[in-house]
């Protein structure tokens, strides 16, 4: 009979950690699918594992070949794969019991062509969010597409996912010999989908090896590596220029983000400076100077030092960052035309003639607002909270803040405690007539800088509402 699923599992030295992954898909509730593992010339006892559940599970099949690469891996799986859906994993990472049900079943609900769901990232054998996936699996959407929702860009993984197969064979989607083969297709899924399903759930767990032989991933500052990567990120910016053009900014900075890391890594490290600053300039030639332009200022900085070959420098500046974990200052300079720069190493220094904009911070600052407590007083409330600028250490200057329930506003009287903290009342009665439910704004201005925020709960982490049950004072209601 033909199964529901079919699950692709390339194999290429992971003797330390198949076991694990093929249990996990044993484990799975989802029970009517089919294991295609392909040894692609594993030189440990991989083989014998993948024997070994072949032998006990008739959903497990065993194919190989010649080592080519996990992309003519999984190639040569799909080629065997008989079910409407498709997934992948990768022999060193597990999979969550329920994951395959929950993605399985969102696409037979919505008949989207791909679901996607969360990712831990697995290292010393402890599940942690993973920095790569965790912004974009924060709630479910059904019935989406990158187009709608670009945070997709980030889902550049195979791994996380169940595809129609009939859309996969009918978009001709395969995988190239390079070492970066998923982040292309992936790229090319969820551009080409009529729909995506996006789950919260968390559907697979990403492992960094601490045993065995280091993953493709864990050499990522070898220079055949980053030029690898460089040509994935290539293949995916050619197909965006033709087909979504309007994703290629957030595509670049997200190698911005991610992808450049290494380069900087490999530059800090003991390799050859020529051939990896070369090939670093390569990759910036490809990024669009929007991108360039809008990465943060710390980041423009490592880019600059990298474009002059100030490797010294740039070491300097990737300490500094490291160090600076409670985060990294924002100044204001010039009085009659103030603007706002990265406190960072050789801002001051002459010598390097680094230009200001370089520096240009002012678009980084951020308004936070938080209501600390909420007090009756059997007549009004009283409001206790902060308001700061974000990486600014002065506080602000002016300060108003208001209520609204969407129709109306109603200016607060406060009194300024310390450079931050405030104190406000609100008088029931002025809310007579609105709500039921409002919401507390401030507005600042620092230097000519404006800033404006809506409060969040300075306990709970959500945006913080007064929310009033009736009209009478008995019906007021402490904010929820």
Partial sequence: MIPLLSIVVPIYNVEPYLAECLKSLAAQTLEDFEVIMVDDGSADGSRRLAEDFAARDSRFALLDQPHQGPGPARNLGLRHARAPFLAFADGDDVVPPSAYELLVSSLRETGSDLACGGVLRIEDGEPGPSSLHEKVFRRQVLCTHIMDRRSLVRDRTVWNKVYRADFWRRRGLTFAAGIYEDVPVAMRAHVLATSVDVLDDVVYHWRRRDSGEVSITQRRTELSNLAERLAAIRSVRAFLDDTAPELTDAFDSLVLEKDILFLFQALEGGLDAGPVLDLARQWLAELSPSAL????????????????????????????????????????????????????????????????????????????????????????????????????????????????????????????????????????????????????????????????????????????????????????????
């Fill in 293 to 480: 332009d809008a990465a943060p200022s710390l980041r423009r900085l490592e880019l600059h030092l990298v474009r002059r070959g100030l490797i010294k420098e740039l070491r300097r500046v990737r300490n500094f960052r490291r160090a600076a974990t409670e985060g990294t200052r924002i100044v204001p300079r010039g009085w009659r035309e103030t603007k706002w720069y990265g406190d960072y190493p050789y801002f001051r220094n002459r010598r390097l003639a680094i230009p200001r904009e370089v520096y240009d911070a002012q678009a980084e600052i951020k308004l936070l607002a938080t209501v600390e407590t909420c007090e009756w007083t059997g007549r009004e409330f009283v409001l206790r909270g902060q308001v700061a600028l974000h990486r600014v250490k002065r506080g602000p200057d002016r300060l108003n803040l208001w209520l609204t329930d969407g129709r109306r506003k109603v200016p607060l009287e406060l009194k300024r405690a310390g450079s931050h903290g405030f104190v406000a009342t609100v008088d029931p009665r002025r809310l007579e007539g609105g709500g039921p439910t409002w919401r507390l704004h401030a507005r600042t201005e620092t230097r000519g800088l404006v800033l404006k925020a809506v409060f969040r709960d300075a306990e709970k982490k959500r945006t913080w509402r007064l929310s009033v049950a009736g009209w009478s004072r008995r019906g007021m209601d402490i904010p929820q």
